[in-house]
């Protein structure tokens, strides 16, 4: 009863006061299923991918950490292919650092800055750990093409056939070019004296 009491108020809490670029909430009726989304920060690989992440609340909740895992794949040193995340806060001491006092908002926060500052020191992925390190700019050329691939949404609205773009870009620069002649004819002849 606890357990539903806390996640109760911890969810209202989420949805009136949600941490900046961090959305939660409850998968139809189940209690302790939930899913986040996690919006990458600016000036990282991760800009403009929505990440979309699963909660899982074991039965002695808030005496044992959340389960959380990754749904949208990325390219982190911390975080592995099977969306499984590196966090102290994800685990119970000794090795790690849940507290009762800590919450779904603040675990949520910590991802989203373990995103944008990865510790290469304590990774899950030992490969991209060492690019992370030796050869940084690799890695963030292969984070952004992850984010584009799998984070990034694509238009869902009117879809536009590669023939109705060109179509429509052929349209524009005969158009330009209509305009361009028209100023050209509309311009003032300069006549020396």
């Not at 009491?5 to 961090?22: I, Q």
């Not at 179509?167 to 300069?190: F, G, I, M, S, V």
Request: glycine content about 4%; some cysteine.
């Amino acid at each position: 009863m606890q357990r539903i009491s806390r996640l109760k108020r911890e969810l209202e809490l989420l949805s009136a006061e949600p941490p900046p670029g961090v959305s939660c909430w409850q998968m139809e009726e189940r209690v302790d299923e939930l899913q986040a989304q996690i919006i990458g920060g600016a000036s990282t690989p991760y800009e403009g991918g929505i990440f979309t992440l699963e909660i899982k609340i074991p039965e002695r909740y808030p005496f044992e950490p959340p389960k959380m895992s990754f749904l949208t794949p990325i390219y982190h040193p911390n975080i592995d292919n099977a969306g499984r995340i590196c966090l102290d806060a994800l685990k119970l001491p000794p090795k790690g650092a849940w507290r009762p006092s800590l919450n779904i908002s603040t675990v949520l926060t910590s991802i989203q800055l373990l995103m944008a500052e990865p510790n290469p020191d304590d990774p899950l992925m030992a490969d991209i750990s060492s690019e992370f390190k030796y050869n940084k700019p690799l890695y963030l050329e292969k984070a952004k093409k992850w984010t584009a691939e799998h984070a990034i949404q694509k238009n869902m609205g009117c879809v536009e056939t590669e023939e109705k773009a060109l179509e429509n870009k052929n349209k524009t620069a005969h158009k330009r070019e209509a305009l361009t002649e028209q100023e050209n004819l509309d311009r003032p002849k300069k006549v020396c004296m």
